[in-house]
């Protein structure tokens, strides 16, 4: 009976189809719905990738004249703004803590989330597992600013409780936002704290959605805990934990801008080799230095991460096509 | 039934293991909460206190002394909460209708531009301008600096929030209650405003969600285009007073001397007592509203 309404809505569904091949009342309609979001994307999305000419361009400021005269009168200078960046010795140290905090991030992300998620769900009390994860969440709900005073009054110099703790132990206190040493650590730490309570919720929930009849069975075939988890849980984990590394890695060339400028308290320059990425050094070049070569930094940044996330996409397509997102 | 039950008891950890579990959680707790707590009290530490021992968290002496500050001052303060609730409440709902709005029309089959629309959600998700290029579009081309619609109007739809409705809308709004309405001769947008928004509520509330925490937490847009002290949010005033800590800190020949240095910055419980106005509306409302930002992610991780 189910079936027959099935073929039933079936016709008729390809009945409208083959119907509809004309502009109709409806077309018109939901055009009409989609035009304003349609316009915020052309002017907030799509007018700044033309804005990427900037960085092939020696921008020049003709006095009284707009923007755009401005552009389009500038000289094309070609890739040398991405020259003038490679040269400047910078690009090296930028590269190399994105992508380093990045990976390790990511990484340590996914492996302390999902062995914190499946710990969570095997806890006897629903109720203190709910307690905790409503803890855990907190973090993600504030803004790097707010967390940057949280940082300092742990780490000051003079009032701070960290070097409270090390006098009390006798030792000497410690000028933590000068000492670079400390500070992949510190990185490493805060951004565990902001960001490993939500993807330990959103596993958790994919966790709570497997098919309990296959841990019975499980249990039957005389399988431990361990076992169950090892072939059971973790299998079931793997999609949304691709998902999630796709969407990381497509991230890769950018770093969370808050933590590094915020929590770090604007970058000083003793933390400067620890702690600069291309978004912090974007950021302070872009009211400072000739915008050129800022553009042509935020211009390779998009191509890169435009690569990687296809790249990433692509890999993973190879290795097993229903798990890609594009 | 009783022998289900055993099975089960069978199946669950052994007790130590849970014990240890429960303590490596009641940590990880502590460390996400005890930060707050300790910015709370040292809020209410007098000056005194702070400066004789530091940040303690019991502290010698308790003062309400940076709240009445606050208090005083309150046309800075309130102007700057009024400015971040005009903003989150502002952003949120004109987010949320054109974050739905094109979602719906995308969710639609038989759409002719459907292919044209999806292009348009999906590239800059894998590509975009940079943060130069928006900056110098928000600012040079659409003359946004210094107005409210510069924390407002970029932060409005994101790609990612147009596939969370596209997939709920596309799963749950059965299209006969659609196909019935259009024969009754009612307008897309009369089936929109009438028939998919009652029957959509949680995606709302996600998408809302994401765009109030998104809008009450941003400083970064009032970092780059906002001078104009009429137009700081709470968030932009906490960043103001560590950037002129930093700056004056940095140039110690800015023309101040120390003292005077010290004497023009809020005290320190005047700034974590600014941190915890931020954070208790957050601290209090979110338990309630978790379980949206859960189903958000898993929505949006079905492919659609």
């Known amino acids: 009976m189910q079936d027959k309404v099935k073929n039933v809505k079936d016709d008729v569904n390809k009945k409208v189809k083959t119907k509809r091949k004309k502009w109709h009342r409806d077309d018109t309609e939901l055009t009409l719905l989609a035009l304003p979001t349609l316009i915020w994307y052309l002017l907030f999305s799509f007018l700044p990738m033309f804005g990427v000419l900037i960085a092939f361009k020696r921008y020049q400021i003709f006095p009284g004249k707009s923007f755009l005269y401005n552009l389009i009168h500038s000289e094309w200078v070609g890739f040398d703004n991405f020259q003038y960046l490679i040269k400047s010795n910078s690009l090296f140290v930028l590269l190399r803590n994105t992508i380093g905090y990045n990976l390790v991030f990511i990484l340590l992300g996914i492996v302390i989330s999902v062995s914190l998620a499946i710990m969570i769900s095997l806890i006897y009390s629903k109720r203190k597992s709910k307690a905790y994860q409503t803890a855990m969440f907190f973090p993600h709900f504030l803004s790097w600013v707010v967390v940057s005073y949280f940082v300092f009054s742990f780490l000051s110099y003079d009032k701070g409780i960290l070097n409270s703790i090390l006098e009390a132990f006798g030792k000497e206190p410690i000028q933590w936002y000068m000492e670079a040493k400390y500070w992949p650590l510190i990185l490493l730490f805060m951004n565990l704290w902001k960001t490993v309570g939500y993807s330990t919720v959103v596993y958790l929930a994919s966790i709570t959605g497997i098919d309990p009849s296959l841990y019975e069975a499980a249990v039957v075939d005389g399988a431990s805990k361990w076992e169950q988890v090892k072939s059971i849980t973790l299998p079931s984990l793997k999609p949304i934990v691709i998902m999630m590394f796709i969407l990381n890695a497509g991230r890769i060339f950018y770093s969370d801008f808050g933590l590094f400028y915020q929590v770090t308290r604007g970058v000083p320059a003793s933390l400067y080799d620890v702690a600069s990425t291309i978004d912090t050094y974007v950021y302070n070049a872009l009211l400072t230095s000739p915008i050129g070569m800022t553009s042509a930094a935020t211009v390779f940044q998009s191509v890169a991460c435009c690569i990687t996330i296809l790249l990433a996409n692509w890999i993973v397509k190879k290795i097993d096509d229903d798990y890609a997102i594009i | ?304």
Do not use: H
């Open chain 2, 1 to 304: 039934m009783n022998k289900i039950k055993k099975k089960k008891e069978l199946n669950q950890i052994k007790k130590p293991t849970n014990i240890l579990f429960n303590l490596v959680f009641i940590i990880i707790s502590l460390i996400c909460i005890i930060p707050f707590v300790f910015v709370f009290i040292i809020s209410i530490s007098s000056e005194a206190s702070i400066a004789q021992n530091g940040y303690q968290f019991i502290p010698t002496e308790l003062s309400t002394s940076a709240y009445e500050f606050l208090w005083n001052e309150k046309e800075v303060i309130v102007n700057a909460f009024g400015i971040s609730a005009l903003v989150t409440i502002a952003g949120t709902l004109l987010g949320v209708i054109l974050t739905t709005a094109l979602g719906y029309v995308l969710s639609r089959p038989q759409y002719k531009l459907k292919g044209f629309f999806t292009w348009v959600v999906f590239i800059p998700m894998i590509f975009n301008g940079g943060m130069v290029a928006s900056y110098v579009v928000n600012a040079n081309i659409l003359n946004l600096k210094n107005t409210i619609w510069a924390l407002i109007l970029p932060l409005l739809v994101s790609s990612f929030n147009v596939v969370i409705c596209k997939t709920f809308f596309k799963t749950t709004v059965p299209d006969s209650i659609i196909e019935s309405a259009k024969i009754d001769g009612a307008s897309q947008l009369n089936i929109f405003g009438k028939i998919v928004i009652p029957i959509s509520k949680p995606v709302f509330a996600t998408i809302g969600l994401f765009l109030t925490f998104a809008f009450w937490n941003d400083w970064f847009q009032s970092s780059l285009y906002i001078t104009n002290s009429r137009l700081t949010s709470l968030q932009a005033l906490l960043n103001n007073i560590q950037k002129n800590i930093e700056y004056l800190a940095n140039n110690p020949s800015a023309g101040l001397s120390i003292q005077q240095y010290v004497n023009s910055m809020p005290t320190e419980g005047v700034r974590m007592a600014i941190a915890v106005v931020i954070v208790l509306p957050i601290a209090c409302a979110y338990p309630f509203f978790q379980k949206y930002f859960v189903t958000g992610l898993t929505i949006g991780a079905v492919k659609g």
